[in-house]
Structures are given as C-alpha cells and as structure tokens.
C-alpha cells in the first residue's frame, strides 16, 4: 500500500467517524446528544412571552437602551420531515406598533464532529410570508413550503451544548457575516433554553471592530413559558345578564378585550387579563415577594387609560381562577383542565 492510498484510507476512516455517533462502552449505549435532542424535541414547543421583563425594566426605570420590546412567540414541531426530522416553526410577534410578525423554521442535527446539536436556521426572505404566520395552530398551512423557497446560510448554524440548567445555543464568532448599507457584518445571535424559560440574544456587530450595530439590548430577552386559558365572563344577574364565553387568554400577559359600553362611556371594554408575575425585586424592605398567578378585570375607554376594576392571586402553577362580585363574575380554567375530576 503506497504512501497516498494510506493518507486515502485514513481520510475515509476520518470522515466515517465524524458522521458515527461516538457511543459509551456498552453495546446499547446512545451518544449524549441523542438524549439533548429528546430534551430539545419535548421541551422546546410551546408559547413564550417576556411582558414580565418588559414591565420590570419600566418599574426599575432602566435606561432605553437597556429596556426590552415586547416579544411573544409560538413553537411547534412540524410533524413530517421535508425540513429534517427534528424541525420547529417558529412565529415570533413584536409588540412595537407596527405590529411585526417573523417565521422561520429552525431544524436540529447532531454534530458529533462539534460534540454538539447543530442548529439549521431557514428564513422567509423574498417573498409574502402572510400565508405561513400564524401557523402554530395548523401546521397545514406550511404543506406549500419547502427548503428550496428558504433562505440557509451556513455560516449562521448555531451550536447547542449543555449548561448548568438548560441547553445554550450559540454561533461560532464571526461566522455569520453580512453587509448592512456597505458594512460588514456578524451576528452576535445565542439561545438559552430552560425548563420554563427562553433567553434570546439577536445583538449584530461591526466586523471591523465587534461594535454593536443594531438597538438590542445585551441583556438577553427573557421569554417564560405561558399557559392558556379558557375564560367567561358575566355582568349582571339573571337571564338578562351579559356573558362572554370560550375566551382564550395566556397567562403571560395576555388580555381579552370585551365591549362593555355604558351611558357616559359607549366604547367603554372591560378586560380579562392573567399574569404570572416573575417579580424582579422585592416590593418590601423586609420580606422576600413570592411570584403569584394574577387575574384582573380592568376598563378603558377612549381619553381614559387602562385600569384595574378589581383582581385575585393564587399559586403561579394554579389552573383555576375566578372572581365573583355578584353582579360581576369571570373564571378561567387552564386549556385541558376543564372537565372536573371527581375526587372524595
């Protein structure tokens, strides 16, 4: 065997084992990352929403460059696999008065070669993305899409390792690498994901000197993970009283607006709203503030803001909540949870 048919052989033997998942000892063995891309294909899916970190960078009065917009977003594994068999839609929704929404896909390999979980980001660049937003709750709306209609760069994949508590996506540095208005680029793009979080950082740096480019903040958006509701609500007493039925409102935030006019008010609405609070800081010099599971009814009308009419707290992890003033009732009950469970 001559001296270039060795260097060959010892390519090929170097090429086959990237692509072999290394295994323990024993026989049965799984590599590592088969068992984080498990955790990443149970764990990941769900509905996300920072109104939490919003609100506490205007109550500590943060500095604007440090402050978050609002951000909710909603992941679901696509269930076939044209974009790989560990994929994810993923619909972001920007709560920054233009009411912007961005999907993409994102698609999960094992990288043994990195000894990582390589991360394939696909984007909706060129043209109408209407008909694919919105698509966490029929995922049929993306039959018409395929790989080739997405923009890839490879340069942008992502890498996915362990950390104390969760897994931490990141680019490599200076990977990702475009022109904005005749200057080049990287992005400066990481993920956290944990058991009821999503930290995202999308910051975009000058290539020439790693200057931050775009207005994030470099504190990362904190996204927890929101629970649905289905909610009523009652005014009045009796048959003639006024009821709302089968709202559907998360915990993150969210609120159902309800037109509830009056004599002085005709465009007056009452609004079902839950809120988990992950408090930031203590509201007390003497006393640690427990995170607690809130339900307000509030008002608004035009020339009078937003306020609170009454509201309830409760365990964060409770699936019922209910206010009742007689003349006024609503209630809420976590989406698979509605049917009573007979107990002695």
């Known amino acids: 065997m001559n001296r270039l048919t060795t260097f060959l052989l010892m390519c090929a033997m170097s090429a086959t084992a990237a692509e072999t998942p290394r295994k323990p000892g024993w026989s049965g063995d799984q590599s590592p990352?088969?068992?984080?891309?498990m955790v990443i294909d149970q764990l990941l899916p769900g509905s996300y929403d920072n109104f939490e970190q919003v609100y506490f960078n205007n109550r500590l009065d943060l500095p604007a460059d440090q402050k978050h917009r609002r951000v909710h977003t909603e992941i679901r594994r696509i269930p076939n696999d044209r974009f790989g068999a560990h994929a994810f839609y993923i619909?972001?929704?920007?709560?920054?008065?233009?009411?912007?929404?961005?999907?993409?896909?994102?698609?999960?390999?094992?990288?043994?070669?990195?000894?990582?979980?390589?991360?394939?980001?696909?984007?909706?660049?060129?043209?109408?993305?209407?008909?694919?937003?919105?698509?966490?709750?029929?995922?049929s709306k993306l039959d018409g899409l395929t790989k080739d209609k997405l923009v890839y760069v490879k340069g942008c994949d992502m890498f996915w390792t362990r950390t104390v508590a969760g897994l931490h996506g990141k680019m490599k540095p200076k990977a990702c690498i475009s022109e904005e208005k005749g200057v080049k680029v990287h992005g400066d793009y990481q993920i956290i994901l944990g058991e009821?979080?999503?930290?995202?950082?999308?910051?975009?740096?000058?290539?020439?000197?790693?200057?931050?480019?775009?207005?994030?903040?470099?504190?990362?958006?904190?996204?927890?993970?929101?629970?649905?509701?289905?909610?009523?609500?009652?005014?009045?007493?009796?048959?003639?009283a006024k009821r709302f039925t089968s709202l559907t409102v998360h915990d993150g935030g969210d609120t159902a607006w309800l037109p509830v006019p009056t004599k002085d008010h005709p465009d007056r609405e009452v609004g079902l709203h839950l809120r988990n609070v992950d408090w930031a800081m203590n509201n007390s010099k003497t006393a640690f503030t427990n995170d607690v599971f809130v339900f307000y009814l509030d008002e608004?009308?035009?020339?009078?803001?937003?306020?609170?009419?009454?509201?309830?707290?409760?365990?964060?992890?409770?699936?019922?909540?209910?206010?009742?003033?007689?003349?006024?009732?609503?209630?809420?009950?976590?989406?698979?949870?509605?049917?009573?469970?007979?107990?002695?």
């Open 300 to 344: 608004r009308w035009k020339g009078h803001d937003r306020s609170h009419i009454m509201y309830a707290y409760q365990a964060p992890d409770a699936v019922r909540a209910g206010i009742n003033l007689i003349s006024m009732q609503a209630y809420c009950v976590l989406k698979g949870e509605e049917k009573a469970v007979p107990k002695m």
């Open 196 to 240: 009821r979080t999503l930290w995202k950082g999308d910051v975009i740096r000058r290539l020439s000197d790693d200057v931050k480019v775009n207005d994030e903040p470099l504190v990362l958006h904190k996204q927890n993970r929101v629970r649905w509701f289905t909610c009523s609500l009652s005014l009045g007493e009796g048959p003639e």
């Open 33 to 37: 990352l088969q068992r984080d891309l």
């Open 91 to 139: 619909m972001d929704s920007w709560d920054d008065g233009a009411g912007r929404q961005h999907p993409r896909i994102y698609s999960f390999f094992i990288d043994e070669a990195e000894n990582a979980l390589r991360m394939e980001s696909y984007y909706m660049t060129g043209f109408d993305t209407k008909p694919y937003q919105n698509a966490q709750d029929d995922l």
